[in-house]
């Protein structure tokens, strides 16, 4: 697969990348400014430091990893298909929450 991103590729190819002044679309000062504030934001040591235990993922974001890990989105399946693995992996995921809770109770 080729890396979208002209500074990858050129490392991907064993190449020197270019200088990134030489980029034909650059961002206007207005996008960068919303930009800097979000990198501002993911670079606070607060949110980093609960990075660090590794709660990073939200529950939905689990569950649809689950979801994928059963009918990965680069096969096509029938609507049918999708449903009941979308059920399984729902329950699969419960069962897994279900079990994690009962395993800290007899500790």
């Known amino acids: 697969m080729t890396p979208w991103c002209f500074y990858q590729r050129a490392l991907a ?3 020197k990348p270019k200088s990134h002044s030489s980029m034909k679309t650059k961002l ?4 960068l400014e919303k930009l800097l504030s979000v990198y501002q ?3 606070n040591n ?3 430091a609960r990075c ?3 709660k990073t993922q939200n529950v939905n974001e689990s569950s649809h990893s689950v979801i994928w ?3 990965p989105k680069e096969t096509f399946v029938s609507k049918k ?3 009941l693995t979308v059920i399984s992996a729902i329950g699969e995921f419960n069962f897994g929450c279900l079990n994690n809770l009962s395993a800290g109770r007899t500790e």
């Open 13 to 15: 190819n064993n190449e």
């Open 28 to 31: 206007s000062e207005q996008v």
């Open 41 to 43: 934001r993911l670079a």
């Open 46 to 48: 607060e949110l980093l």
């Open 52 to 54: 660090v235990s590794g």
């Open 69 to 71: 890990n059963n009918c």
């Open 81 to 83: 298909q999708l449903e």
